[in-house]
């Protein structure tokens, strides 16, 4: 009970007179603490609802720090939609269809071979591949076709060139051969999915 009393007399004569210290300390810290005592609490601030793309290959720029609504993209954990605020992070893309949502409400597709994006803070995507197209390009050396027909022989051209591929992955050539087929593999193979 004593130790009590001693303790709460102690509390009290530190509150009455301050430490050395603490003076020392207050002499140094009181213009700090009477600015942050002066400013106000206001709104949060709206945060955007954009996110900044750069979508770059070796040989050209698709997008320069372009505000969209939304990325999709073909990350090797899963397929991936990006938005703003996203959480900052690495992705290696695989070979597929990454789709952006632009601000006009209008999509715009193409197709990686693979690559990377880096999501950072203040809503910006980077995305790096080795190649990309436009689905619609896909299509461009085939204008004399219907939207039926079109989709009949890029999808025989592909399942030809796969077809081609396996037997060359399967053994039929050079161990750089095989590497290359089975590369080649991948990538139709997504390719022969986005198409669908």
Known sequence: MASLRLAARALRS??????????????????????TQQQRRGYADVASDKIQLSLAL????????????????????????VLAQHVPSIEQLKPGLIEVIEESGGSKQFFLSGGFATVQPGSKLSVNAV???PLEDFNADMPEYSEAD???QR??????????AQKIANGGGSEKDIAEARIE??????LQNAMK
């Open 14 to 35: 530190s509150a009455t007179k301050p430490s050395t210290l603490a003076t020392a300390r207050s002499s140094s810290l009181a213009p700090a603490y009477t600015a």
């Open 150 to 152: 079109l989709v009949v």
């Open 58 to 81: 070796p040989h050209s720029i698709i997008y320069k720090s372009k505000d969209v609504v939304q990325v999709n993209i073909p990350a090797e954990s899963g397929e991936m939609g």
């Open 131 to 133: 190649e990309g197209y």
């Open 185 to 190: 593999l991948e990538v139709l193979e997504s």
């Open 155 to 164: 999808t025989q051209a592909v399942r030809d060139q796969i077809s081609e």
